[in-house]
């Protein structure tokens, strides 16, 4: 065995290889589609210069170097089609890696929002807990000194506890895809109506002025008791928010885009930071909308988003004049989930 011609194939074969190698390994970070592509190509480069530095060493003319060219040409293509393989199996390989990545981080985000409401969600019962038993214990050791003040507070709190454990369903049933909707053409001119009668009473009591409008031609397509809950939050939350003396208007009329619904108070308007926050679960604002004692946990906002989805429909806020303007669009029939005609 020539063991000089060994050396020399073999140094000629790791010289192209690393250079091919180092290349592979640039071109990667940009591409791993392209370095797969490479790869074999490299290999075959490599493999090449070692035969033609031997065939050299050899001093190979004629017929025999013909073969010698034959063979590598015949062996390219070859590796051409290995590196397209390799490409296309890195392609999916990539791509199932980063739609797990992604899904893990959406799990993660999930998780994680999920812990944080818990958390927020613990806390606000706690408050009206503690509230009803001191008010319960005061009654029973005849200690209260107006015991139907005592009573209406009580209830009060259990109301509030009530509708927190209602929005808190209602945001882990629209999470989990558990909600039962039934889609259906909905005049909005009687739901508006309610919606403003119900939340009247705390409109007084606030000293909010509560005001709507709605033509009888107004409809929707959508889930009546879903939608009905939607604008109660919306509504209950603007008075809540708005000042004495402010006051809330709802309207609702049909546009090109479908039916839209406005909710606009004279809150003072919301932070340009927080915008993007108002419909996560458990954010109950800042500044103009600071959390006191009447607000609850935080959730009515995402469950209204959560059931304008379920409908097709979209929920946006925007600061409109001395205070904000919720506005929903919502679909007309069921063949056109966005409304239009």
């Known amino acids: 065995m020539d063991w000089t ?3 020399q194939a073999a140094v000629a074969a790791a010289v192209v290889g690393l250079l091919g190698a180092i290349a592979v390994t640039l071109v990667g970070r940009r591409s791993p589609v392209v370095a797969a592509l490479l790869t074999p ?7 090449a210069a070692g035969i033609l530095a031997g065939a050299r060493s050899m001093a190979l003319e004629g017929s025999n170097l013909e073969v010698v060219w034959t063979v590598l040409v015949a062996t390219v293509p070859v590796a051409l089609v ?6 296309r199996r890195t392609t999916v390989i990539q791509h199932d890696a980063e739609r797990e990545a992604m899904e893990r981080q959406r799990d993660a985000e999930v998780e994680a929002k999920r812990r944080e409401m818990v958390a927020w969600v613990s806390h606000d019962l706690r408050t009206p807990l503690a509230g009803i038993r001191a008010m319960a214990e005061a009654l029973e050791d005849d200690v209260a000194p107006d015991p139907s003040t005592y009573h209406r507070r009580i209830r009060e709190e259990v109301d509030r506890l009530a509708g927190m454990v209602d929005d808190l369903l209602a945001v882990s049933r629209l999470q989990s895809g558990h909600l039962d909707l039934h889609l259906e ?3 909005l001119r009687d739901l508006l109506s309610d919606t403003i009668a119900s939340a009247a009473v705390l409109a007084d009591q606030r000293g909010v002025h509560l005001s709507g409008e709605c033509d009888d031609s107004v409809i929707a397509y959508v889930d009546e008791p879903g939608l009905s809950r939607a604008l109660t939050n919306l509504v209950v939350n603007a008075v809540r928010y708005t000042p004495p003396d402010g006051s809330v208007h709802v309207e609702a009329a ?10 606009s108070d004279t809150c003072g308007g919301i932070p340009a930071d927080d915008l993007p926050r108002v419909f996560e ?7 103009a909308r600071t959390p006191g004692a009447a607000t609850g946990a935080g959730l009515g906002l995402a469950v209204v988003r959560g059931l304008v989805d379920a409908f097709g429909g979209t929920v946006t806020v925007a600061n409109a004049g001395p205070g904000c303007a919720f506005e929903i669009t919502l679909p007309t029939t069921a063949s056109d989930p966005e409304g239009r005609p």
Do not use: K, Q
């Not at 290995?82 to 490409?87: E, K, Q």
């Open 185 to 187: 053409e909905v005049r």
């Open 82 to 87: 290995v590196g397209v393989v390799l490409a």
């Open 254 to 263: 049909s546009t090109a885009a479908g039916t839209t619904v406005r909710v």
């Open 5 to 7: 011609l060994a050396w």
């Open 41 to 47: 190509v490299t290999v075959v480069l490599a493999l």
């Open 281 to 287: 679960a458990g954010w109950r604002g800042s500044a």
